[in-house]
Antibody
Framework: QVQLVESGGGLVKPGGSLRLSCAAS????????MSWIRQAPGKGLEWVSY????????YYADSVKGRFTISRDNAKNSLYLQMNSLRAEDTAVYYC????????????WGQGTLVTVSS | QSALTQPASVSGSPGQSITISCTGTSSDVGGYNYVSWYQQHPGKAPKLMIY???NRPSGVSNRFSGSKSGNTASLTISGLQAEDEADYYC??????????FGTGTKVTVL
């Protein structure tokens, strides 16, 4: 069955960096677009970024553009999110999710990893 | 990109039907039939309930249905059950090739 496992979250100071990973299994990873979606404590969902199956197409939310970089390694069935210049408002649970090619739904989600930005 | 607008809360008694609205603009909800809905129980990851406005993934109860009119999409839960108590979020693809989520609605089963 489809499994997505995020890792790399933790406590980081404002201005710091963190790299999140998402290990995928149970499906053909290289066939799927992938996305990061976050949820601040007690708040709603916010789409962060997505990357095409080959990695050639990438989009970001305005709130993270220029600070976050999404990437993938299809040989390792892994998705990444490099987060730089972190701010308190980036504190959230970060989920990775699948997005089928030519479809616009997030059909499978990981359990999330918590990122806390605080001094 | 502004979040889509949903009511903060909706409630109903067991067996009743409720409807959650999701209002956007012609650049998102109104411009594409790519609205999806997600259910989230406390401490859990979201679960896809409806995609492409009105399609149900395999395994999702037919008590859940979706529709759209203009810039507003709707999720209807019929035959409300205790297990339906959760937060619900809509999402839409946008003209900027990005995605946007709704503000979220807490459903309470009385």
């Amino acid at each position: 069955q489809v499994q997505l496992v995020e890792s790399g979250g933790g406590l980081v100071k404002p201005g710091g960096s963190l790299r999140l990973s998402c290990a995928a299994s149970g499906f053909t990873f290289s066939d799927y677009y992938m996305s990061w979606i976050r949820q601040a404590p007690g708040k709603g969902l916010e789409w962060v970024s997505y990357i095409s199956s080959s990695g050639s197409t990438i989009y970001y939310a305005d709130s993270v553009k220029g600070r976050f970089t999404i990437s993938r390694d299809n040989a390792k069935n892994s998705l990444y999110l490099q987060m730089n210049s972190l701010r308190a408002e980036d504190t959230a649970v970060y989920y990775c999710a699948t997005r089928p090619y030519s479809n616009f739904k997030f059909d499978y989600w990981g359990q999330g990893t918590l990122v806390t930005v605080s001094s | 990109q502004s979040a889509l607008t949903q009511p903060a809360s909706v409630s109903g008694s067991p067996g009743q039907s409720i409807t959650i609205s999701c209002t956007g603009t012609s650049s998102d909800v109104g411009g594409y039939n790519y609205v999806s809905w997600y259910q989230q129980h406390p401490g859990k990851a979201p679960k896809l309930m409806i995609y492409d406005v009105s399609n149900r993934p395999s395994g999702v109860s037919n008590r859940f249905s979706g529709s759209k009119s203009g810039n507003t999409a709707s999720l209807t839960i019929s035959g409300l059950q205790a297990e339906d108590e959760a937060d619900y979020y809509c999402s839409s693809y946008t003209s900027s090739s990005t995605h946007v989520f709704g503000t979220g609605t807490k459903v309470t089963v009385l």
